[in-house]
């Protein structure tokens, strides 16, 4: 699946998912094509990598006991 991207010259491609998130990441484009419209980087809600979600204890693998 290509995603429609559109960059700060008003400049449009196709790119695919992964360098999607790259471009966010680094802010090199002002908006993607959603199926819903555009999305615009720092004002609409984006999906973050899923690593960077938790912050918390890692607990997998740790062994609880009631």
Do not use: C
């Amino acid at each position: 699946m290509m995603v429609l991207v559109m960059y700060p010259d008003g400049a449009t491609e196709l790119v695919r998912p992964p360098v999607l998130q790259h471009l966010i990441a680094t802010r090199n484009i002002v908006k993607f094509r959603r199926e819903s419209g555009w999305a615009v980087v720092g004002v609409d809600p984006l999906r973050t990598p899923r690593h960077e979600h938790y912050q918390g204890e890692d607990r997998r693998g740790r062994i609880l006991v009631h």
